[in-house]
């Protein structure tokens, strides 16, 4: 099974460089959402969950 994985870096403020990941994107979804949320301030809707959608990939993350 691949890995799914978030990178903070991609996002336009460009200003955190933690690195989430999960053996499923229900997991990663998860604990991307409470970060969002929690670090930067994010409101817990539809639209945020979509665009943390958008920044999903399958396998290792960038330096592992």
């Not at 691949?2 to 870096?9: A, L």
């Not at 991609?10 to 604990?31: I, K, N, R, W």
């Amino acid at each position: 099974m691949d890995r799914k994985y978030i990178d903070c870096r991609e996002f336009p403020e460009g200003h955190c460089s933690v690195s989430l990941s999960a053996d499923s994107e229900e997991e990663l979804m998860g604990a991307a959402i409470e970060h969002a949320v929690k670090t930067h301030g994010y409101p817990d809707t539809p639209e945020t969950r979509a665009e943390i959608g958008k920044a999903v990939r399958t396998g290792c993350p960038p330096g592992c």
